[in-house]
């Protein structure tokens, strides 16, 4: 209704401005009227269609009511359909309901019937059980009774009559364990044994390798003495500068024509000994020409090094090793371990283990490889934290080699498990290499150490009755107490000392442990 009164009003504003506006343009008094009747002509004509228009909205209004009114009736017998089915299922839902609260009755009647039956049950059993607890006091007490006769007939005690049966099981489990390992270690050795030592003799054989013991000086001759002073300098000053330069200790002593230069690295040692020589060559000996010398004689070093690696490469048949490790291997020239030279030591690892590969059908190469780069971790080890098998690794790992070569670097002490034949190859190739006798040398100190107290592991048996440490110290022999000690016990003598010894000790390659038992009856004819 606001609509159609907004509209004739919109119309007869219109009207009205449309009169007022041809009343302004005629602006002639004369024409006033027949404007003035104009426009209630058009006034009345817009009250008309006015009119018309109210009819229509009161007609469209009265049809929007009749419409609203079938809508709601629609709407309401749809509730109600729904609240009639809706109600249905709830009378449904109810029964199932009391349905279901009848059988829980039931169940519950039942469970009810089973719980005085159980109390009923559990009656009996409490009184069976006190009758169970009368006889077991009775038992023990006659158990108590048979105890104590038994000790009064066998004059020991209960404690102790238990403590001799643990005893005496444990010895018989001893002995019957010893008898199996002895039986397992016969049957295994008839074969292994035999191979292994054709194996490792062939490689043996096939392989002969000098060695040079290098020390920790080194002695340069002179031409003649005067040479000594103009090495001294005025005041010192040329020797100051040389060991500044080198780092290394140069020892002008009373022998006559020779200086020592001493130094625990070999490859100062080395720079220092090539600048010396070509100082006493040249004759031109001061601060600045010693500083020239040095520094040139430590870059051929440098570059010897790296031929040596190229050279041990080279002489193994090997390839596509990292330049890094090639300049690793030739540092380990000048690197020694208990006397023994490492490089010289790699390559014949690397050679014994290459062979024994080819013996067993293993892959040859990756045993060379694995066996010269095993010690790698020496060349560097005195400059970064670890031991030398785990500073070998991380730069195995580093320059991409075979995860094969890494774990025999890391397994080559039985530090670690090994994960292939070959580095099972490399530990027996390091051990021929190094523990053949006056390959290495150690100090008398730490070697009379190191076989005392092999010796005090070996007599620590119950049973031996003397020891004996031969071959340096690679074997012990260990003399048993034939009365005490029965056959199948020694070899768990033998086997438990040989865990004793790698667990306690520290030695290099391997100990032979030999456990003997003997029984001797003498008798004379008179």
């Given amino acids: 209704m606001d609509l159609i009164y907004i509209v004739i009003a919109v119309i007869v504003g219109v009207a009205i401005g449309y009169g007022l506006y041809l009343y302004k343009r005629n602006n002639i ?42 809508v709601v009736y629609q709407m309401k017998a749809e509730v109600e359909k729904e609240l009639k089915e809706k109600t249905k299922e709830i009378n449904y839902h109810e029964k199932r309901l009391r349905q279901k609260e009848e059988l829980l009755d039931r169940k519950l009647e039942q469970v009810d019937r089973k719980e005085s039956e159980l109390s009923r049950i559990e009656k009996e059993l409490t009184a069976r059980e006190k009758q169970i607890q009368d006889k077991e006091a009775y038992y023990k007490q006659l158990i108590k009774e048979q105890n104590a006769l038994l000790e009064k007939i066998a004059g020991m005690k209960e404690e102790e009559a238990r403590q001799e049966l643990f005893k005496r099981i444990e010895q018989e489990a001893k002995f019957e364990a010893a008898k199996l390992i002895k039986k397992i270690e016969d049957e295994a050795r008839q074969e292994a044994d035999k191979k292994a ?32 002073g103009r090495i001294i300098g005025r005041e010192g000053r040329n020797i100051r500068a040389f060991e500044a330069l080198t780092g290394v200790d140069l020892l002008v002593d009373d022998t006559p024509e020779l200086v020592i230069l001493s130094s625990f690295d070999p490859i100062r040692r080395e720079v220092a000994r090539i600048a010396l020589e070509r100082l006493i060559s040249d004759g031109r000996i001061h601060p600045a020409r010693i500083e020239e010398v040095v520094e040139k004689s430590r870059r051929e070093v440098e570059l010897s090094i790296r031929e040596e690696g190229e050279k041990a490469v080279f002489e193994l048949g090997l390839s596509g090793i990292n330049p890094e490790i090639v300049k690793l291997i030739g540092r380990l020239k000048y690197r020694t371990s208990y006397g023994q030279n490492v490089l010289q030591h790699s390559k014949e690892v690397a050679w014994f283990s290459g062979i024994m590969a080819g013996e067993i059908g293993a892959n040859i190469t990756l045993a060379k490889r694995a066996g010269l780069l095993h010690d790698i971790g020496k060349a560097v080890d005195h400059e970064m934290e670890g031991s030398h098998q785990e500073i070998g690794a991380m730069l195995a790992r580093k320059y991409g080699e075979d995860e094969r070569v890494i774990n025999a670097i890391l397994s080559h002490h039985e530090d670690v498990d090994f994960c292939c034949v070959e580095s099972v190859l490399v530990a027996a190739g390091d051990a021929l290499s190094a523990a053949r006798p006056g390959v290495r040398r150690e100090a008398i100190e730490s070697y009379i150490k190191r076989l005392t107290k092999l010796e005090e592991l070996a007599m620590s048996f119950e049973g031996v009755q003397n020891c004996y440490t031969i071959q340096a110290g690679r074997e012990i022999r260990l003399i048993v107490k034939p009365g005490l000690v029965s056959d199948e016990e020694c070899a768990l003598i033998a086997k438990e000392l040989s865990k004793k010894i790698e667990k306690e000790l520290n030695y290099p390659g391997q100990i032979k442990v ?5 029984l001797r009856f003498i008798e004379y004819a008179k």
């Fill in 29 to 70: 008094n004369k024409n006033q009227l027949k404007i003035h009747e104009e426009a209630q002509k058009i006034i009345e004509d817009a009250k008309k269609k006015a009119g018309e228009i109210r009819k229509e909205a009161e007609t469209i209004k009265k049809e929007a009511h009749i419409t609203a009114k079938e």
């Fill in 197 to 228: 030592k054709e194996i490792l003799s062939l490689a043996v054989q096939r392989y002969s390798s000098d060695y040079v013991v290098d020390a920790t000086v080194t002695a340069v001759s002179l031409p003649n003495e005067e040479m000594k």
């Fill in 514 to 518: 030999t456990v003997i038992r003997e």
